[in-house]
C-alpha cells in the first residue's frame, strides 16, 4: 500500500481539523504531492498541491486562506491542515502522489463531514 489516509471524521461549522496521508519512501519522494476531495455525483475536485523540491504550494480559491497542506520528511506523511470549515468541505479526501515517469498513486480516502 503506498499512501493511506487518516483523520476524518464529523465536526462542527467553524471548527478544525487536520487529515494525514502516510507514504512509502517512493510515493513520499513523488515530485508533486496534492489533496483532491470528492462527493456523491461529483467529479473528484484538486483541492492543495506542494511541490517536493522546493515546497512551493498552491490552492483551489474555495479553499485558501483556510487549508494548509505541508509535508513532515521524518514520517513520509503528507498532511492538509482545515480551519473554518464549512458543511460545502464535506467530502471524501484523497491524497495523490505523481512519482517518476508520470505515474500517478491514490489513497483510499477519508471522509470528512462537516455539519451542526
Known amino acids: 500500500v503506498q499512501l493511506v489516509e487518516s483523520g476524518g471524521g464529523l465536526v462542527q461549522p467553524g471548527s478544525s481539523l487536520r487529515v494525514s496521508c502516510a507514504a512509502s519512501?517512493?510515493?513520499?519522494?513523488?515530485?508533486?504531492m496534492s489533496w483532491y476531495r470528492q462527493t456523491p455525483g461529483k467529479e473528484r475536485e484538486w483541492v492543495a498541491s506542494?511541490?517536493?523540491?522546493?515546497?512551493?504550494?498552491n490552492y483551489a480559491d474555495s479553499v485558501k486562506g483556510r487549508f494548509t497542506i505541508y509535508r513532515d520528511s521524518t514520517k513520509n506523511t503528507l498532511y492538509l491542515q482545515m480551519n473554518s470549515l464549512k458543511p460545502e468541505d464535506t467530502a471524501v479526501y484523497y491524497c495523490?502522489?505523481?512519482?517518476?515517469?508520470?505515474?500517478?498513486?491514490w489513497g483510499q480516502g477519508t471522509q470528512v463531514t462537516v455539519s451542526s
Open positions: 506542494i511541490l517536493t523540491v522546493t515546497g512551493r504550494t
Open positions: 519512501a517512493y510515493t513520499f519522494s513523488g515530485s508533486v
Open positions: 495523490k502522489s505523481i512519482v517518476s515517469g508520470g505515474v500517478v498513486y
